[in-house]
C-alpha cells in the first residue's frame, strides 16, 4: 500500500500526540517556520489544522479560515479550533497579543526564560510549537525589542548559556 493510497484520517491520526495538560494535539510530522504543520491532503499539501477541520468538522468555506484558540500553532485538535474571518483572526491576534514577528505573547516569553533553567530548548520548543532556533534567540537577547525594559532588566542578565551557543 502506498502513502498517497491509505484513507486521509489514518495518516493524520498517525502525526500527532494528545497532550493531556493543555488538550493540544500537537502535530510531530512536518512544522513550517511558524510551527504550523503540514500535511498532504488529498490533491495538494494543506496545513494540518485545515485538514482537522476538514476531517472533524467539515468543509471549510472560501472566506474563512482556521483559526487557533489555543493559540498553539502546531496544535490540530478541533475542539482548539474555530473558523472566522481574516479580519477576526488578526482581531484575535492582537487582543492575545500574539504578533506574527513575535510568535509568543510577553508572558510565553516569560514562562519561556523560566522553563529554561528546568528543560531543554528543544522540549520548550515542542510545547509551544515553535522552532528550537526561535527559543534560543528568545534566550539570547534577539527579540528583546518586543519585551517590556523592565522585564528584560530582571531576566535577561540571567539566561545560561546551553548547547555550546553563546
Known amino acids: 500500500m502506498t502513502f498517497t493510497s491509505r484513507p486521509l484520517k489514518e495518516r493524520f491520526e498517525e502525526k500527532y500526540i494528545a497532550c493531556p495538560m493543555s488538550g493540544c494535539w500537537l502535530w510531530t510530522a512536518s512544522l513550517n517556520s511558524w510551527g504550523y504543520g503540514n500535511m498532504r491532503g488529498l490533491d495538494r499539501v494543506e496545513r494540518s489544522h485545515r485538514i482537522a477541520w476538514q476531517l472533524y468538522r467539515g468543509e471549510i468555506p472560501l472566506d474563512l479560515q482556521v483559526c487557533h484558540k489555543c493559540d498553539v500553532p502546531s496544535c490540530v485538535n478541533p475542539d482548539h479550533l474555530y473558523l472566522g474571518t481574516q479580519k477576526q483572526n488578526m ?9 506574527p514577528k513575535t510568535l509568543l505573547t510577553e508572558a510565553e516569553i516569560k514562562r519561556v526564560f523560566e522553563l529554561s533553567h528546568e528543560i531543554p530548548q528543544a522540549e ?27 522585564f528584560v532588566a530582571g531576566h535577561v542578565k540571567k539566561i545560561p548559556k546551553k548547547d555550546g551557543l553563546s
Open 124 to 150: 520548550i520548543a515542542n510545547l509551544y510549537g515553535v522552532d528550537a532556533r526561535y527559543i534560543w534567540a528568545v534566550l539570547n537577547k534577539k527579540y528583546r525589542k518586543f519585551l517590556s525594559t523592565d
Open 91 to 99: 482581531r484575535d491576534v492582537s487582543k492575545r497579543d500574539r504578533h
